[in-house]
T-cell receptor, first 114, second 111 residues
Framework: DSGVTQTPKHLITATGQRVTLRCSPR?????VYWYQQSLDQGLQFLIQ???????AKGNILERFSAQQFPDLHSELNLSSLELGDSALYFC?????????????FGPGTRLTVL | TQLLEQSPQFLSIQEGENLTVYCNSS?????LQWYRQEPGEGPVLLVT?????EVKKLKRLTFQFGDARKDSSLHITAAQTGDTGLYLC???????????FGAGTRLTVKP
């Protein structure tokens, strides 16, 4: 158990819909990272927040957005969903904002878009 | 196109054998990390290497960072069934706070 929690564990929805994935970092960690993992693309970094502010942006689509709240939990919002958005979405947390720093990954949310 | 190329993509060996997997890039990284991911779980950090030429050992696992900080290898001695999993390398660039993962090597160790 990494100490990072993600909900829900599974999510099935239809194309065009909007979903919200939630992540609670480990106690004391200020950074939250979001990743997308699909079979053909591997693990892709989406976005990082540090203490409530966006710190780095990766391959995140404009249909996707995220935020980190004052209690440090984070939400990833996915809208206008397409079949290709089906993937595992991981959240990770770390103490600081840079590297080398250990990122602790949550168990992931499996999103299926039908 | 993956910034980090991992090879082989799949590897199936018998328990007790040795193996090496590779992580290569044309880019220089500030640091490089190796993770292992088991089915249904998130990746777990194994090691971070920072200095070119650095070698780190973790029990039966030996990690090496290339002199030019563009590539890395992971060597496992006397593999065990518990080593089965997806091994991911991730390169970090301090200048733009960018981390990229390779596609991984899926290792199966058969009893």
């Amino acid at each position: 158990d990494s100490g990072v929690t993600q909900t829900p564990k599974h999510l099935i929805t239809a194309t065009g819909q909007r979903v919200t994935l939630r992540c609670s970092p480990r106690s004391g960690d200020l950074s939250v990272y979001w990743y997308q993992q699909s079979l053909d693309q591997g693990l892709q970094f989406l976005i990082q927040y540090y203490n409530g502010e966006e710190r780095a942006k990766g391959n995140i689509l404009e249909r996707f957005s995220a935020q980190q709240f004052p209690d440090l939990h984070s939400e990833l919002n996915l809208s206008s969903l397409e079949l290709g958005d089906s993937a595992l979405y991981f959240c990770a947390s770390s103490v600081t904002s840079g590297s080398p720093d250990t990122q602790y990954f949550g168990p992931g949310t499996r999103l299926t878009v039908l | 196109t993956q910034l980090l190329e991992q090879s082989p993509q799949f590897l199936s060996i018998q328990e007790g054998e040795n193996l090496t997997v590779y992580c290569n890039s044309s880019s220089v990284f500030s640091s490089l990390q190796w993770y292992r991911q088991e089915p249904g779980e998130g990746p777990v950090l194994l090691v971070t290497v920072v200095t070119g030429g650095e070698v780190k050992k973790l029990k039966r696992l030996t990690f090496q960072f290339g002199d030019a900080r563009k590539d890395s290898s992971l060597h496992i001695t006397a593999a065990q069934t518990g080593d089965t999993g997806l091994y991911l390398c991730a390169g970090y660039n301090y200048n733009n706070n960018d981390m990229r993962f390779g596609a991984g090597t899926r290792l199966t160790v058969k009893p």
